[in-house]
């Protein structure tokens, strides 16, 4: 065989020996004796052992071949009639799913038809090869850990989508999502299964038994006296639902767990691992020995320090061995069974360096004796059965099996050559080379050693108080405890840091850009591959069962920031002009010239269609980017959705980098403005990416904005913006799943307490009682033991403090991507929506996930942060340029005002420029129609909340007892009101005639709008509870109509803050519109509390109900902020105030004394007629809510009585009857006192002015009213007496 590498040929003929009578016999360089010394000691026959030099026949390379022949003989017939007639097994010999007929329900199945992913509700399918008679075994291995039931069926059992395998008769399964065994009934069997666990499947013909087993460890027998005799034969055979995958294996890789006995339903491959091992052990000879021809002797060496030094007798020798062995090594079964356990071997027997140097040697002598496609269909084979390897090894607690197939992993892809294979065809083609950087969680802890790891479990001891959980102090044991307990997850920490710092040598060797010998460099083969694998994952746009799983690319992206900030700090080193990875972000430009592909993610502007359309001129301007016409007709024609020719071949430019202009890093003017080629991200090359001299790759079209100086290498820019993308994409919803585990431990160790004091307090004599309680506490006990280790292990992987540190740096990187977006104007639009939302997310994160463990204010840099990205929120939550989809808008409404809701983060709000918060609080204040309002609302309501009349409360007095789903709930926050922004506020309302009026109108609006909502909603509730026959009210109903009570609630206290803060807006009539706006809001007022205050009403029957959804509703949270506001205008207003807002109330005709009597809890006087109140009633009263109102302000509310009362007396003895005709048409409570020109309607001023703020025509005539004039009945009628 030829070598085809280094320039070298070795034929045969070159080496062949000659000997020479006359002449001492030597043979090329080497003696013949020392060569026949060397041939015996690389092809020596196991089975002889060490001969006498005397009785050995004298080896040559011409009698190898011979000798070769010899010592690899096998008799391969008596294999293939063994393989042929095996006693009882039936059909092929190559065991596979049965994809043609033995299947029910829709299912993919891999293409080596041995992995299968359920596509229906419940699919199944059986092999094609079944056994009647003996010992059999395959094994399953689980890459999901849901509902699936994995066993053995007959050919003739029937199943559909409701019915699998142990369904039926004559069918048995395993189902280790529910720890059940199945045929037709089912009981308790064996334990829990995890992704990554590995099912062996045995049965007994011969004793009529089958049994499971779990990673080698036999769960028992599950199933006896199976049916046995004429026709019956099992087939394996699983049924699983809907997106649940495993792989079989029925013999064609070696088995994770054989069993004695027990044979597997394919048979190995025997002669070729004969043959292979022999010449694997011909192979390490050769990398023991070497030729010393000076001296004449072996020289035995360590396969470390052995090296390739071109002699031509360990050539050929080499050359004989790979003649048979290169086929071999494109065998599965031999890779796996040979290959890699020598590999493991040579790993496990030295250093990192020296398994390095001797697997290197290895993968050179296959580059250099074999075909290229046999070497890369070994490596291929070799990589899959690693990842098989790493994916299915059980947690041990040294994690010493994952370590060692890390180590070989990088010592294979330390190799240029193979590496650069590997990536360009294999990594992220074939394999989900994702799992190399995943640490899989131990569903059993006592199986992962975690019990001898941790000996001591510890938990938190919390209490329930206003519905935050507060730690009380701890006791000494459970000091001494704790401490135990955090040594130990310290030493588990350090055990998985060995894992993550190996999982990061794979990302850096992958990420190498030094490696151009020979081809383009490893960085920019992955850039290609990182992007393809990012398009498959972002929103499902792959095939679903192919997408990364959430809790790999958490993994991925930790150890992909590791390694993408050693490269931008390494080349800072080498660069001091360029920046630290501390300083990182990803420049704007990278968003708008098409050198990076985002799919069709959306964008802040909307679609890139539609931008590059609209913002062509800026583009011109500002970047030098011009826009071909010819795409943007493509794009126009595309957005149209019409058919077009195909466009001619200039014009076909990729999708993925659809524009892009070269700009030099000198000005250019726009006649230099020169157009470059596109290319896709397949066809970039080094210096498309890098740029060159004159062209500045990913960064073409810098804006003025940008500094010139670069930040790093361009490829490193495009990693970053990947790994952004990936938290977006899925690690930020895994960071919040994985927090179900330390809620668990919450909940068990609320009720172990709950069952202590229990205990406690048990009499003694009640021994059954406390039987049961001892139960329990053991049970709960034992429970939190293996909770408690379980989230060491999630702490220690998921949310450590490097990893905190990791998506704190993430956010950093977002914020100064923002920031330098936003500077650069129009262009800002081109920005990818998932920057925001990673921003919001990763904030969220910090602050919600990492806790208690870990907190966020003892990062670097903490308060700096939260003030930038409060920044962000307030300037671009109401940005112009953010027309995209009005998810982001939402979250950027949603991330405000939870932000305004925490003290650290709301004084943050507070240290942004002066001008960028009055800017934020004017875009509060804008009319609340044709935008989310409910959010805004909300923002305003916190400002406020804690300086309302009884609106300190965390929680509503009535739902103190109860325990909130989520105390971390923005709305369960203490109070922590802002005077600073309130202040902005008031000013802002003072400042221009329209911005009050504007605003209050709206917030009137939406109140009654709300209110009546609410009121409509809950008379269908009380109807539909009335009814005898039984009812459910629909659970979305209810929803609905708490939070359209909510609302109201939060209305009325925006109209306290606002009375409060700017009291001359309804009082001072000198204002045009004061005096509607303060009528407005006395209707309103007298119809909240009226609809809430009358006996025996509606109101009062829903609350009484307390529905499942209505926990919010009730009495004490709309009455306070109605009496807030009525106590502010009737108490602290000055005396020509109160007196307007006095004479305002009651002239409404809707006021009713007693319902400012109910606050203070005085009854309304039953009517003739009805039934007498029961004595037992319990009446609302302000005065029961002592510690949420005070002294001071229950006066206020006696004051306000007393002066409603002496009011209202005044009023009905000096009040004058009023004829009808004299009263307003539109709302009959007022008299007419405005007309209108040039029609003559007439109304009064209330509604007139009302109806003028949303429309111009008349009432009655529609015509457009010019102008309205007061209108006096008794003036006018002298006015017309006169003239007459």
Known sequence: MASKEGGMAFSRKSYKLTSDAEKSRVTGIVHEKLLNDYLHRVFSSPDHGPAAATSRKPLNFQNLPEHLDQLLHVDDKEEEESQEQVEGRLGPSTVVLDHTGGFEGLLLVDDDLLGVIGHSNFGTIRSTTCVYKGKWIYEVLISSQGLMQIGWCTINCRFNQEEGVGDTHNSYAYDGNRVRK????????????????????????????????????????????????????????????????????????????????????????????????????????VLSVELDPVEGRLVERESAEWQLRGQPAVLLALVHIFQHFAPLLCEVYVVEAVLVSFLLGVVEAGSPEQAQTVVHHVLDLLWLFMEDYEVQDCLKQLMMSLLRLY???????????????????????????????????????????????????????????????????????????????????????????????????????????????????????????????????????????????????????GNTPMLCPPEYMVCFLHRLISALRFYWDEYKTLNPHTSFSEEAYVPPQIFYNGKVDYFDLQRLG?????????????????????????????????????????????????????????????????SEKVKVRTLSAE???????????????????????????PLTENSLLEVLDGAVMMYNLSVHQQLGKMVGVSDDVNEYAMALRDTEDKLRRCPKRRKDILAELTKSQKVFSEKLDHLSRRLAWVHATVYSQEKMQDIYWLLRV??????????????????????????????????????????????????????????????????????GTADIRDSLMQALASYVCYPNSLRAVERIPEEQRIAMVRNLLAPYEQRPWAQTNW???????????????????????????????????????????????????????????????????????AFSEFIGMIQEIQQAAERLERNFVDSRQLKVCATCFDLSVSLLRVLEMTITLVPEIFL??????????????????????????????????????????????????????????????????????????TSVLLADPCFQLRSISYLLGQPEPPTPGTALPAPDQKHFSLQSYTDYISVEELAQVEQMLAHLTSASAQAAAASLPTSEEDLCPICYAHPISAVFQPCGHKSCKACIDQHLMNNKDCFFCKATIVSVEDWDKAANASATSSAA
């Open 939 to 1009: 923002i305003l309501v916190r400002l406020w909340r804690g300086c309302g009349f009884g609106y300190r409360y965390t929680r509503l007095p009535h739902l103190l007892k109860t325990k909130p789903e989520d105390a971390n709930l923005p709305s369960l926050q203490k109070p922590c009101p802002s005077t600073l922004l309130q202040q902005h506020m008031a000013d802002l309302l003072r400042e221009g005639p329209d911005v009050a009026p504007s605003f209050l109108n709206s917030v009137l609006n939406q109140l009654n709008w």
């Open 1068 to 1141: 001072d009539w000198a204002r045009p519109t004061s005096e509607m706006l303060l009528r407005r809001l006395a209707q309103l007022l007298n119809q909240v509390l009226n609809r809430v205050t009358a006996e025996r009403n509606l109101f009062d029957r829903v609350v009484t109900l307390r529905l499942p959804g209505l926990e919010s509703v009730d009495h004490y949270p709309i009455l306070v902020a109605v009496t807030g506001i009525l106590v502010r205008l009737l108490v602290h207003g000055p005396a020509s105030g109160t007196e307007r807002a």
């Open 391 to 541: 994916r299915f090894s059980p947690i041990v607690p040294d994690l010493s099996l994952q370590i060692r197939y890390l180590r070989l992993t990088i010592a294979i892809l330390s190799h240029e050559k193979s590496r650069k294979f590997l990536l360009s065809n294999v990594l992220f083609d074939v394999l989900r080379s994702v799992v190399f950087f995943y640490i899989k969680s131990p569903l059993r802890v006592e199986e992962a050693g975690l019990q001898e790891l941790i000996p001591t479990t510890w938990w938190p001891h919390r209490s329930p108080r206003e519905g935050k959980e507060e730690v009380r102090e701890e006791t000494s044991e459970e000091r001494l405890r704790r401490r135990a307990y955090e040594r130990g997850c310290q030493r588990l920490k350090k055990r998985i840091e060995v894992v993550e710092e190996l999982q990061v040598q794979i990302l850096k060797l992958l990420l190498n850009n030094k490696d151009e010998n020979g081809g383009e460099a490893s960085r920019y083969i992955f850039l290609t591959k990182f992007r393809k694998f990012l398009q498959e994952n972002a929103s499902g746009r």
């Open 182 to 285: 199945w045929n037709v009934t089912t009981t308790n069997y064996g334990k829990a299964w995890a992704a990554g666990d590995i099912v062996s499947c045995l049965i007994d013909l011969d004793e009529g038994t089958l049994s499971f087993s779990l990673n080698g460890v036999s769960l028992g027998t599950a199933f006896e006296n199976l049916s046995r005799g004429l026709g019956m034969a099992y087939f394996p055979a699983i049924s699983l639902s809907f997106k649940e995958s495993v792989a079989f294996n029925f013999g064609s890789r070696p088995l994770r767990y054989p069993v004695a006995g027990y044979r597997p339903l394919q048979d190995p491959p025997s002669a070729s691992l004969v043959r292979a091992q022999k010449l694997l052990g011909c192979f390490r000879a």
């Open 814 to 883: 977002c914020l100064r991507t923002i920031e330098h977006g936003d500077r650069t104007g129009s262009l800002f639009a081109f920005m990818p929506e998932f920057y925001l939302s990673v921003a919001i997310n990763s904030y969220s994160a910090l602050k919600n996930y990492f806790g208690p463990v870990h907190s966020m204010e003892e990062l670097p840099g903490y308060e700096e942060t939260l003030t930038r990205l409060a920044a962000i929120l307030a300037k671009h939550f109401a940005d112009t340029r953010i027309v």
């Open 606 to 670: 909307g679609l890139l269609s539609h931008l590059r359309k609209t913002l062509k001129d800026d583009l011109a301007s500002k970047a030098n980017i011009l826009i071909d016409p010819l795409e943007l007709q493509a794009a126009t024609m595309d957005d149209l959705d019409e058919d077009e020719e195909p466009a001619p071949a200039a014009a076909q430019v990729p999708r993925t980098a659809a524009v892009s202009l070269m700009t030099p890093r000198r000005p250019l003017s726009a």
């Open 683 to 709: 066809q970039r090359t080094r210096e498309d990416i890098e740029g060159s001299q004159w062209n500045e790759g990913l960064l073409v079209g810098r804006p003025p904005e940008e500094p010139e100086q």
